[in-house]
T-cell receptor, first 113, second 113 residues
Framework: DQQVKQNSPSLSVQEGRISILNCDYTNSMFDYFLWYKKYPAEGPTFLISISSIKDKNEDGRFTVFLNKSAKHLSLHIVPSQPGDSAVYFCAASHNTNAGKSTFGDGTTLTVKP | NAGVTQTPKFQVLKTGQSMTLQCAQDMNHEYMSWYRQDPGMGLRLIHYSVGAGITDQGEVPNGYNVSRSTTEDFPLRLLSAAPSQTSVYFC????????????FGPGTRLTVL
């Protein structure tokens, strides 16, 4: 039973356009959601997060939206740049276990020049 | 700060051999975790620790052992390596406050023949 799902294994967009990466979760106990970015042969790095008391969080070109009723979140990257090409992981946790997260399988984003 | 460091970067073992993957962090983080990533999949939690002397099992703990004698170090021991343990292993750390992102090491690529 996968509690965090990223149903699109890959996404390809043109430079300058918007990239939208999606994530669904099933565990209603999750109250904190994170996106990590991973380049080949490196560890994941934190990108942006959102707590369940918000429905949107913005950081520069990156915005995360949370729809609690649908148990769905999305990451928007505008405008997309070739350096954004990486694997993006969605992760979820709850405050009683802040040190561990449940990860989705990742979406490989390719931004074409 | 070096952040989270892992050694070795690469390792090849024969079935039945044992070894220890090393992980250290210099950020005084209370929480430390071990994940494995198999091809096309997300990160799955093996073991985690909320502080020195305290460890707990994650999603896939079988065949692995951990201990946490200091805040800085969190080694992962493979007791008797099996081909199913071929994977990339990531160590992560974070503060103990309720909502915090994890900082990941660069990973150890392990092959068991």
């Amino acid at each position: 039973d996968q509690q965090v799902k990223q149903n699109s294994p890959s996404l390809s967009v043109q430079e300058g356009r918007i990239s939208i990466l999606n994530c669904d979760y099933t565990n209603s106990m999750f109250d904190y959601f994170l996106w990590y970015k991973k380049y080949p042969a490196e560890g994941p790095t934190f990108l942006i997060s959102i707590s369940s008391i918000k429905d949107k969080n913005e950081d520069g070109r990156f915005t995360v939206f949370l729809n609690k009723s649908a148990k769905h979140l999305s990451l928007h990257i505008v405008p997309s740049q070739p350096g954004d090409s990486a694997v993006y992981f969605c992760a979820a946790s709850h405050n009683t276990n802040a040190g561990k997260s449940t990860f989705g399988d990742g979406t490989t984003l390719t931004v074409k020049p | 700060n070096a952040g989270v460091t892992q050694t070795p970067k690469f390792q090849v073992l024969k079935t039945g051999q044992s070894m220890t993957l090393q992980c250290a962090q210099d950020m005084n983080h209370e929480y430390m975790s071990w994940y494995r990533q198999d091809p096309g999949m997300g990160l799955r939690l093996i073991h985690y620790s909320v502080g020195a002397g305290i460890t707990d099992q994650g999603e896939v703990p079988n065949g692995y052992n951990v201990s946490r004698s200091t805040t800085e170090d969190f080694p992962l021991r493979l007791l008797s390596a099996a081909p199913s343990q071929t994977s990339v292993y990531f160590c992560a750390s974070s503060y103990a406050d309720t909502y915090n992102e994890q900082f990941f090491g660069p990973g150890t690529r392990l092959t068991v023949l």
